[in-house]
């Protein structure tokens, strides 16, 4: 079988008008051939074929070379087009099928009828093993015998052999063709995977990346596909068939295609592969292909064992250098507009992994929106990679958009100065990862870990948000709930996805009521008990390597094992507020809009509540004075006197300071 050799490349001008031109003296010699074997003209009576050069290849000669037909059954793939191409053919078959001894009414010829009229004819052509059937080329339907049945080429066949575009329709809206293409950027291992594609037919190159991006895998199948001119067919793991006949016929058309498409096929799953059974079908798949393949995000060499037969390479992909990515999106750009563009870019291509092709819509856009002014191009551009990396992780966790600052906190001076000290990390950490080298020198533990400790509503996520916000980092509210699970090993693969999914973009993670995980562990009494230790370790392991912020919170430090709080760098105490804090908090929850009647902001300030309390009562008092158009103090006791009956505690309205 040589379908899957790489066929030398043809001069397209005027292919298709020379290849319909050929096809058609094919079929009048054909259908002088039948007359001749009915009684009718003599051979003498054929036009002489028109001259075509060597170099020329006819789509007939390239599918006889692609899947090996003998020239028996080249001449049944010509007879079985020629029937639906050619109407004077067509009468002629259904003539002579008529006068046959066992006559079947049909425009159809029959592969009895093929064996009488064309010549070197072998009965193992009907084989399902043998190229006709085996890939589909002809269709044998019906309730008789198989010599009987009548014989009808495929579609898709018939299609390539009168040189129009086109694809199966079976496999239309599951597989995208993408022709070869100039590329724009040399990722690494292209050529390496080039190499391997083109050494054999048995090929498969199993791609990977340490964060489960498909971008830069997708980027370096391209290139290699560049660099060795051929197509790619494009299909996902969810779209395969789920029964296993389907999926072996749907493996039988691919193929095909890639052989009619000059195509390479590439396979691509989502990481991790969730269910067994789909990862089960893809294995099955790749058993069925005979031909080069690449798979992205391939399965863990384990469970590729059915596939020995297969010359398989395996490659970690290297994320692409944010300086090649960033010249590959600024091609082809004014020079002014290149030099503040790459200026802008600089900086947020440090903090954000943003893929080419997302990097060219940031870049226009950006332009758009500051007209090219340098002065807003900068956080313009940090903007946009921002929501440009985003991802699957808006699907994880919640997204917390705020504009909190620093001056709105009002905590005392050692914790505001401890939560300074954590966004400046954050800003700087391309410099001293990077430029110095730490990253390079010790890989590990150059996670940040912040521990937030107080009661509820005592600012722990205010304070948060300042980070995030003096940093300009996303900020993600992670519910412990629905990461922990009760099945062993799918917390793990919980916390895979989330961290895997915010690493392109280093987003603040905020883990709420972090003691429900990492409370003292007991004695091991059981499995559960062990595992559950696991998922802590775990869970630590991916927070130490993780190249963003981690924020734990809990409100009862004391409840968390202590070998936990040794790893964790920040550690904060939220002290519950006093009266002096009260008040000022009371004072930061009005807007400047708000209408205020006489407030007495000392006497609320000895009521002993938190910010989150404070907050919630002056949002509720806000409602209460609509109707009568300002907020009176009548208004702000109604709104405590409710929070107070909310948290079960007993309520005195207290006095006014004369």
């Known amino acids: 079988m040589n379908?899957?050799?790489?066929?030398?490349?043809?001069?397209?001008?005027?292919?298709?008008?020379?290849?319909?031109?050929?096809?058609?003296?094919?079929?009048?010699?054909?259908?002088?051939?039948?007359?001749?074997?009915?009684?009718?003209?003599?051979?003498?009576d054929e036009p002489?074929?028109?001259?075509?050069?060597?170099?020329?290849?006819?789509?007939?000669d390239t599918l006889t070379r692609l899947f090996g037909l003998s020239p028996f059954e080249r001449s049944v793939l010509l007879l079985a087009a020629g029937v639906e191409l050619d109407s004077a053919l067509r009468h002629l078959v259904s003539e002579a099928m008529a006068q046959a001894p066992e006559a079947v009414p049909s425009m159809q010829p029959t592969f009895n009828f093929a064996m009488q009229v064309l010549a070197e004819p072998h009965w193992d052509a009907l084989s399902p093993l043998r190229p006709l059937r085996r890939w589909c080329l002809i269709a044998c339907d019906g309730r008789e015998a198989p010599p009987r049945r009548p014989i009808r080429i495929d579609e898709r066949v018939l299609h390539y052999l009168t040189g129009v575009a086109a694809m199966d329709s079976r496999l239309i809206n599951l597989v995208r063709c993408e022709p070869a293409g100039m590329i724009e950027t040399d990722p690494p291992l292209a050529s390496t995977i080039a190499h391997a594609l083109g050494a054999g037919t048995a090929a498969?190159?199993?791609?990977?990346?340490?964060?489960?991006?498909?971008?830069?895998?997708?980027?370096?199948?391209?290139?290699?596909?560049?660099?060795?001119?051929?197509?790619?067919?494009?299909?996902?793991?969810?779209?395969?068939?789920?029964?296993?006949?389907?999926?072996?016929?749907?493996?039988?058309?691919?193929?095909?295609?890639?052989?009619?498409?000059?195509?390479?096929?590439?396979?691509?799953?989502?990481?991790?592969?969730?269910?067994?059974?789909?990862?089960?079908?893809?294995?099955?798949?790749?058993?069925?292909?005979?031909?080069?393949?690449?798979?992205?995000?391939?399965?863990?060499?384990?469970?590729?064992?059915?596939?020995?037969?297969?010359?398989?390479?395996?490659l970690l992909v290297p994320d692409v250098p944010a300086a090649a990515r960033q010249a590959t999106a600024l091609r082809g750009l004014p020079g002014k507009q290149v030099d503040a563009l790459a200026a802008a870019l600089r900086p947020a291509l440090r903090q954000f992994n943003v893929p080419v092709a997302e990097l060219r819509l940031v870049a226009a856009e950006a332009l758009a929106e500051t007209r090219g002014e340098p002065a807003l191009?900068?956080?313009?551009?940090?903007?946009?990679?921002?929501?440009?990396?985003?991802?699957?992780?808006?699907?994880l966790a919640q997204r917390i958009d705020n504009n909190v600052v620093f001056?709105?906190?009002?905590?005392?001076?050692?914790?505001?100065?401890?939560?300074?000290?954590?966004?400046?990390?954050?800003?700087?950490?391309?410099?001293?990862?990077?430029?110095?080298?730490?990253?390079?020198?010790?890989?590990?533990?150059?996670?940040?870990?912040?521990?937030?400790?107080?009661?509820?509503g005592t600012g722990k996520t205010y304070a948060a948000e300042a980070i995030a916000s003096a940093a300009g980092l996303d900020l993600y509210r992670v519910d412990l709930a629905s990461v922990v699970s009760k099945y062993i090993g799918e917390t793990e693969k919980n916390l895979s996805r989330l961290f895997e999914a915010a690493e392109?973009?280093?987003?603040?993670?905020?883990?709420?009521?972090?003691?429900?995980?990492?409370?003292?562990?007991?004695?091991?009494?059981?499995?559960?008990?062990?595992?559950?230790?696991?998922?802590?370790a775990y869970l630590l392991q991916r927070i130490e390597t993780y190249r963003g912020l981690v924020i734990l919170t809990t409100n009862m430090k004391s409840a968390l094992d202590r070998a936990f709080l040794r790893r964790i760098r920040y550690v904060i105490q939220f002290p519950y507020p006093d009266s002096a804090a009260r008040e000022k908090l009371w004072r930061m929850q009005f807007p400047a809009d708000a209408p205020l009647g006489e407030i007495d902001f000392s006497s609320l300030a000895r009521l002993q509540l938190t910010g989150g309390n404070i907050r919630a009562i002056a949002l509720n008092a806000a409602f209460l004075g609509a109707d009568g158009g300002r907020i009176e103090q009548?208004?702000?006791?109604?709104?405590?006197?409710?929070?107070?009956?909310?948290?079960?505690?007993?309520?005195?309205?207290?006095?006014?300071?004369?």
């Open 3 to 44: 379908m899957h050799d790489r066929p030398e490349a043809q001069p397209v001008r005027d292919w298709a008008n020379r290849n319909q031109q050929w096809l058609a003296t094919q079929l009048v010699a054909l259908r002088l051939q039948l007359t001749q074997q009915l009684g009718g003209r003599s051979a003498d």
């Open 48 to 60: 002489a074929p028109p001259d075509f050069s060597d170099d020329f290849e006819p789509a007939l």
């Open 204 to 314: 498969l190159v199993a791609l990977n990346h340490a964060r489960g991006a498909i971008e830069p895998q997708c980027d370096c199948a391209r290139a290699a596909l560049a660099g060795l001119g051929a197509s790619g067919l494009w299909l996902h793991g969810r779209d395969l068939p789920q029964d296993s006949r389907e999926l072996a016929e749907f493996a039988c058309l691919l193929e095909r295609e890639a052989a009619l498409s000059d195509a390479i096929i590439v396979l691509e799953f989502d990481r991790p592969i969730e269910a067994a059974d789909a990862e089960t079908r893809a294995v099955t798949l790749l058993a069925h292909l005979m031909g080069p393949a690449i798979v992205l995000n391939a399965p863990e060499p384990a469970r590729l064992s059915r596939l020995r037969q297969r010359r398989m390479l395996r």
């Open 377 to 395: 191009l900068g956080p313009a551009v940090w903007r946009l990679c921002r929501a440009a990396v985003r991802g699957g992780l808006d699907a």
């Open 407 to 456: 001056d709105d906190l009002v905590a005392p001076l050692v914790v505001t100065t401890q939560l300074r000290a954590i966004a400046s990390e954050l800003q700087h950490r391309p410099r001293v990862h990077g430029d110095w080298g730490f990253a390079a020198h010790n890989g590990r533990g150059l996670g940040a870990a912040a521990l937030f400790a107080g009661e509820s």
């Open 504 to 536: 392109t973009s280093g987003a603040i993670l905020l883990f709420d009521e972090a003691d429900a995980l990492f409370g003292k562990r007991s004695e091991v009494r059981d499995s559960h008990d062990r595992f559950a230790n696991i998922e802590i």
């Open 634 to 658: 009548e208004a702000i006791n109604a709104a405590v006197r409710a929070e107070f009956s909310k948290l079960e505690r007993p309520y005195t309205e207290p006095r006014r300071e004369m």
